[in-house]
């Protein structure tokens, strides 16, 4: 790859996808009590944060309030909606806990068969 004296401004440079797994389930609040969210303000307040650092796909979890990964497509869905009301630029993948964000940099979420 070579790189001319323009060729890294943003403006000038492919379009990208960052895709962030920002925790899993596996981890407790105890290991990391100023990371993990717990709530789902936490959970909102997680995606903004990635979002803001560029992230375009974000694989997210749930939890229980006893901090424990959640499986209840109830809460995934409660999510889901609390981050469309936060964040207009929220769109659903194939799964639940898939999120796309687009903007005119970022590449669109695809849609359809895969």
């Known amino acids: 790859m070579n790189f001319l004296d ?19 389930p596996e981890w407790m609040p105890s290991d990391f009590p100023e990371d993990l969210p ?13 979002y803001n650092a560029g992230a375009t796909v974000l694989h997210m979890h749930v939890r229980e309030l006893d901090g424990h990964g959640s499986k209840r497509l ?17 769109t659903r993948g194939g799964a639940a806990c898939l999120i796309t964000a687009t903007t005119s940099r970022r590449l669109p979420a695809r849609s359809g068969p895969r």
Request: hydrophobic letters at 50%; one cysteine or more; glycine letters at 2%.
């Open 6 to 24: 323009d060729s890294l401004f943003p403006e000038n440079q492919e379009d990208l996808v960052i895709t962030v797994a920002p925790y899993g």
């Open 38 to 50: 717990i709530t789902m303000d936490e959970h909102v307040q997680k995606a903004i944060d990635c």
């Open 74 to 90: 109830s809460m995934f869905n409660e999510l889901l909606a609390r981050l469309r009301i936060a964040i207009a630029w929220i």
